[in-house]
């Protein structure tokens, strides 16, 4: 979806020093545009896993053959479930679907806090509607995102956005499915919106991105915290230290393709197939064996969202 990688990136910005060593005559402009094209190579299977959020329309899923083909290549490396996350209503209607076509596939419906100002009577009716199928296991991804208020004409603002994030906190707990966190250069009043409305039984971090005090509050919660590609990034010390305080039983992993694709194919397109690099790189991070971190995050994300996998 070209609208989403627009407005809602969680902040993939390609590495600056790809071009080093170049003498071949191709301008560097050229060399970036060659790797944003270039998929990164299958990583060894690392099975079991699965990616608590991604975007399959996005990663080019369009109709049943292709958000298959994008499975089976994930399957291939042992990531054996997905769960696709909207961001709009058309969006949200084409997760739903894709939910139906392939049973590794899950979906999660919401509008993205970028989107809060489309939250309208009928958006709320629908939205409501969807989560009645059991082919959609989580309210998201909602939150708040303070980065783009201000960057794009047509971003929620942070009034509209606590708005929308409330109602969608209230759903969570009505339909008894988990709430799945947006956040972006909000951690602390996405806290206090959480502990305001009262949390859900299960709350989501994806692609968290906090310090260690924010860490180890949304640990104090009960909240899950899903790590992204950024966790393997070289200068995400910060976000390392996070991710060691972590228990194993709270802790999941994501792709949020076709973003954040992990180091060192940082800038390349990211999809479900990729995540083993991130597994990998959370398990070095937190000094255990990769198949260990598998298995918990695996239990983890299909207690959560419920899944039959
Ligand atoms: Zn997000
Ligand atoms: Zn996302």
């Given at each position: 979806?070209?609208?989403?990688?627009?407005?809602?990136?969680?902040?993939?910005?390609?590495?600056?020093?790809?071009?080093?060593g170049n003498d071949s005559g191709v301008s560097n402009k050229e060399l970036k545009k060659q790797r944003r094209?270039?998929?990164?190579?299958?990583?060894?299977?690392?099975?079991?896993?699965?990616?608590?959020?991604?975007h399959l329309a996005a990663c080019g899923g369009r109709d049943a053959d292709s958000v298959t083909a994008i499975l089976d290549h994930a399957e291939s490396v042992g990531v054996r479930a997905v769960v696709t996350v909207a961001d709009d209503m058309?969006?949200?209607?084409?997760?739903?679907?894709?939910?139906?076509?392939?049973?590794?596939a899950y979906a999660a419906v919401a509008l993205h806090p970028t989107h809060a100002h489309e939250l309208d009577d009928?958006?709320?009716?629908?939205?409501?509607?969807?989560l009645t199928d059991p082919r959609v296991v989580a309210v998201g991804e909602t939150g708040l995102d303070y980065y783009w208020p201000g960057r794009s004409d047509d971003c929620a603002t942070v009034p509209q956005q606590h708005e929308a994030f409330a109602w969608h906190i209230d759903l969570a707990k009505r339909v008894g499915k988990p709430l799945?966190?947006?956040?972006?250069?909000?951690?602390?009043?996405?806290?206090?919106?959480?502990?305001?409305?009262?949390?859900?039984?299960?709350?989501?971090?994806?692609?968290?991105?906090?310090d260690e005090q924010i860490a180890a509050e949304c640990i104090e919660r009960g909240y899950l915290l899903s790590f992204a590609g950024t966790v393997s990034f070289k200068n995400s010390t910060t976000l390392q230290a996070a991710a060691k305080l972590v228990p194993d039983h709270l802790l999941l992993i994501e792709t949020d393709a076709p973003?954040?694709?992990?180091?060192?194919?940082?800038?390349?397109?990211?999809?479900?197939?990729?995540l083993p690099y991130t597994a990998r790189a959370l398990a070095e991070v937190r000094g255990q064996d990769a198949a260990e971190v598998a298995e918990a995050i695996t239990a983890n994300a299909a207690r959560a969202y419920g899944l039959d996998t």
């Open positions: 979806m070209a609208d989403h990688q627009s407005t809602t990136p969680d902040g993939n910005t390609p590495d600056g020093n790809i071009t080093e094209r270039t998929p990164p190579p299958d990583p060894e299977p690392l099975a079991p896993l699965i990616d608590s959020h991604t058309v969006d949200a209607r084409w997760a739903v679907a894709a939910a139906q076509w392939d049973q590794r009928a958006a709320k009716a629908e939205l409501e509607q969807m799945m966190i947006h956040n972006r250069e909000a951690d602390r009043d996405l806290l206090d919106v959480l502990a305001r409305e009262g949390s859900p039984d299960t709350v989501i971090m994806h692609c968290f991105s906090g973003f954040l694709t992990p180091h060192p194919y940082r800038g390349q397109p990211n999809q479900s197939y990729v």
